[in-house]
């Protein structure tokens, strides 16, 4: 799994929920403070990437504040292959 691929996945996952962004503000969105995403579709997500990364986050990187945006996950999954 490589940059790419994670902004494609961030990009499908949040477009199929309605949520809609540009290149620009989707690495810096953040799933936790837009109130956009209830608990069971952040779950959703994170068990999705832990599947198809091979990674499996600690909880100490769930509750990590900056993993709540989309370019604080992917440097964390990037920086755990």
């Known amino acids: ?5 994670l902004l494609l996945f961030f990009s499908e996952f949040l477009m199929a929920r309605g949520i809609e962004h540009s290149q620009e503000t989707l690495l810096h969105f953040n799933f936790v403070e837009s109130g956009l995403l209830d608990s ?13 990364s091979g990674v499996k986050l ?24």
């Open 1 to 5: 799994m490589n940059r790419e691929q």
């Open 40 to 52: 069971f579709e952040i779950l959703s997500m994170i068990m999705e990437l832990e599947l198809i």
């Open 58 to 81: 600690t909880p100490l990187q769930l509750v990590d504040e900056s993993n709540a945006t989309v370019s604080g996950l992917m440097s964390t999954l990037l920086e755990s292959l």
